[in-house]
């Protein structure tokens, strides 16, 4: 277990890139949490102090993506994808399901990083064309 940064991953803006590493870090000792089998208000403390963050790092990439033309395809599916995953996280969290909630986290983060907020940063270079 544990996620490990890749060149690959950089968006090029920096604020994100940043806030992403930061996300990997805290995912990262979420899971050695888990590993040691730390209590279940230990674990749910830092999976709140991750849903915060998460919070936080989306604003930031909305607020990227108003710069964008009105009614973007790309905006639409994004906001949307976002929205998907604070719910799940929020379900799987109130559950108790930290194993879950963590594999949940790792495989999303990577694959909504390499694709989605990559052709993010795409658009955005290109002027939402
Ligand atoms: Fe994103």
């Known amino acids: 277990m544990g996620l490990v940064w ?15 590493e930061e996300l990997v870090a805290m995912i990262n000792a979420l899971a050695e949490a888990v590993v040691a089998q730390a209590d279940s208000a230990a674990l749910d403390a830092l999976a709140q102090r991750l849903d915060a963050y998460i919070v936080f790092h989306f604003g930031t990439e909305e607020n990227l993506m108003s710069t964008l033309p009105r009614g973007s395809e790309h905006v639409t599916l994004h906001r949307q994808q976002h ?3 604070v719910a799940e996280l ?5 559950s108790g399901a930290f194993r879950e909630l963590l594999s949940y986290l ?7 990083i390499m ?3 990559r052709a993010l940063a795409l658009q955005l270079r290109q002027g939402g064309r």
């Open 6 to 20: 890749r060149a690959e991953m950089a968006t090029g803006i920096r604020a994100v890139d940043l806030q992403h």
């Open 83 to 85: 929205r998907e995953f």
């Open 90 to 94: 929020a379900r799987l969290r109130q």
């Open 106 to 112: 790792e495989n999303w983060i990577v694959a909504h």
């Open 115 to 117: 694709k989605t907020d």
